[in-house]
């Protein structure tokens, strides 16, 4: 890049940087998934290989995954429970073309056998495009969702659309759900189709996607540091933590940003809290926009799953606060899923915080943050 400095302006130079800054930042972003990429698929080869070829395999027969898992999680290697190691041995026997896009270094060594008994390169690739392409299009979590498609022509028409339309993860889910191969396969005007489900498509931002928990996983980052929505949702967590604990009621902190799994898809839920005196889990949720009738509704499911996942011997059920605030209105809300004893309800109620302490509270933290800003 030649740049001639003293023809510059500062706008320019705004410019400059700003286009400095996106290039290095979607390489980055592409270097990490295509990394993440090839990490899952090579699992998927030597779990495969072990299978084949393993010196000891029989010792483990069908518990090798469930004791791979607990092996990998004692050295502190990232989603590697037994669910995942099966995604990652699909992963390879869907798509062996990928062996190509692997660096030298692994291409060799496979190549020239030293760290496999046999190999099995000969499966016939399911996807029609080239493992480079592949690997450097569409991120893990795409291939995740893919996985899912058992129908290989189906999965190869969703590959295909997702790179053409440079799909989010989101839009490739959305696209699926809205049958748009079974919709393509009957309609008479397949361009027109294609055209109009592009049209107002979410795109794949070029910036890093930490958000994701394959991603922040794979670099070692720990949920708190790339979950928050805001400076100001991380602030006012902060502040909603240390008010619940200096109320006296009972509340013991458990976690913050607590990763579920629901329906093969992660959730975090922004405060936990064990509450001694109802013997229940007490879930909590901020969000900074107006309340929304799904809003509820995902609080619910939380309240459900830590129901029946989490309750033990002596718990009652468990409990959730939505808090919404926007710059007009703030709105708290309880969950009470499946919790249909209304002398029950009323005893948490008479435990908890009321609504209206909690309002005051978010309002007056968000107008003193924002005096501050």
Known sequence: ?????????????????????????????????????????????????????????????????DALASALRQIGIARSDARELRRYRLFYTTYPQIRDALPPEFSSRLLQGKDLGGGDSQIPPASQLDGGMLVARLSFTHFAELLA???????????????????????????????????????????????????????????????????????GLKPKEVMSESHLEDQLIDKL?????????????????KRILIGGEHFFVDLVFYHRILKCHVLV??????????????????VSWYRRHMMTDGDNPPIGILLCADKNQTLAEYALAGMDNQLFVSKYLLELPGKEAMQAFIEGQVKEIGEQQ
């Open 241 to 257: 933590e240390e008010f619940l604990l200096e109320l006296g009621h009972g509340f013991c902190f458990e976690a913050r940003q």
């Open 285 to 302: 949720e901020l969000k900074l926009e107006k309340f929304r009738h799904e809003n509820i509704g995902q609080l619910n499911t939380y």
């Open 149 to 219: 498609i058992e129908d290989s022509t189906k999965r190869s028409f969703y590959e295909v659309e997702c790179i053409r339309g440079n799909w989010s993860v989101r839009e490739l889910k959305r696209q699926i759900g809205s049958l748009y191969y079974e919709r393509s396969g009957l309609s008479r005007n397949k361009r027109k189709l294609a055209e109009l489900a592009n049209q107002n498509a979410e795109t794949q931002a070029p910036s890093l996607n930490i958000r994701d928990p394959y991603v922040f996983e794979f670099l």
């Open 1 to 65: 890049m030649s740049l001639k400095i003293n023809t510059l302006d500062f706008q320019q130079l705004v410019g400059t940087i700003h286009n400095i800054h996106d290039e290095l930042t979607a390489q980055a972003s592409r270097a990490v998934n295509i990394s993440l990429t090839l990490r899952n698929w090579l699992i998927g080869l030597y779990i495969r290989e072990y299978e084949q070829h393993g010196r000891d395999r029989a010792r483990y027969g069908e518990a090798l995954l």
